[in-house]
C-alpha cells in the first residue's frame, strides 16, 4: 500500500520509511497538498510547524485518504489539534513507533 508521509523531522521521516518498507508498503515523502493521489493512508506530524493540518487532512480525505495523526503523549494540545481538524486516527508517537502496522489496517 502507498503512505504519504507528512513530516519534517529528519528522525521519523527516516523511521517511517524504514518501518513502511520492511511492512510491504510504499512510502512516499510529501511537502504540500497533493492534487491527487492512489495512496490509501497518509501519516501526518501534527507537530511540525511547517504543515497546515487545518487545510491538509480535509483535502486528502476529499481524496479518500485516511489520515493518522501523531504527536507526543503530553501533547495535548496537538491531540485536540487532530481531533479538530478531523483525523481519522490519532496516535502517541510511542503507538506510531511500535504499532504501525496496526494503525494502518483498521
Same mark, same amino acid.
Given at each position: 500500500?502507498?503512505?504519504?508521509?507528512?513530516?519534517?523531522?529528519?528522525?521519523?521521516?527516516?523511521?517511517?520509511?524504514?518501518?513502511?518498507? #520492511?511492512?510491504?508498503?510504499?512510502?512516499?515523502? !510529501?511537502?504540500?497538498?497533493?492534487?491527487?493521489?492512489?495512496?490509501?493512508?497518509?501519516?501526518? !506530524?501534527?507537530?511540525?510547524?511547517?504543515?497546515? #493540518?487545518? #487545510?491538509?487532512?480535509?483535502?486528502?480525505?476529499?481524496?479518500?485518504?485516511?489520515?493518522?495523526?501523531?504527536?507526543?503523549?503530553?501533547?495535548?494540545?496537538?491531540?485536540?489539534?487532530?481531533?479538530?481538524?478531523?483525523?481519522?486516527?490519532? #496516535?502517541?508517537?510511542?503507538?506510531?513507533?511500535?504499532?504501525?502496522?496496526?494503525?494502518? !489496517?483498521?
Amino acid at each position: 500500500m502507498k503512505v504519504l508521509l507528512f513530516d519534517d523531522n529528519l528522525i521519523w521521516s527516516v523511521r517511517f520509511t524504514q518501518t513502511l518498507r #520492511a511492512l510491504g508498503h510504499e512510502p512516499v515523502q !510529501n511537502q504540500g497538498i497533493p492534487e491527487e493521489t492512489d495512496a490509501q493512508v497518509a501519516i501526518l !506530524n501534527l507537530g511540525s510547524p511547517k504543515i497546515d #493540518a487545518a #487545510a491538509l487532512v480535509p483535502a486528502l480525505q476529499r481524496l479518500g485518504v485516511r489520515v493518522i495523526g501523531h504527536a507526543g503523549h503530553k501533547e495535548k494540545e496537538l491531540h485536540a489539534l487532530g481531533r479538530a481538524v478531523g483525523c481519522d486516527v490519532l #496516535a502517541t508517537n510511542r503507538q506510531i513507533t511500535h504499532d504501525l502496522g496496526a494503525l494502518l !489496517n483498521p
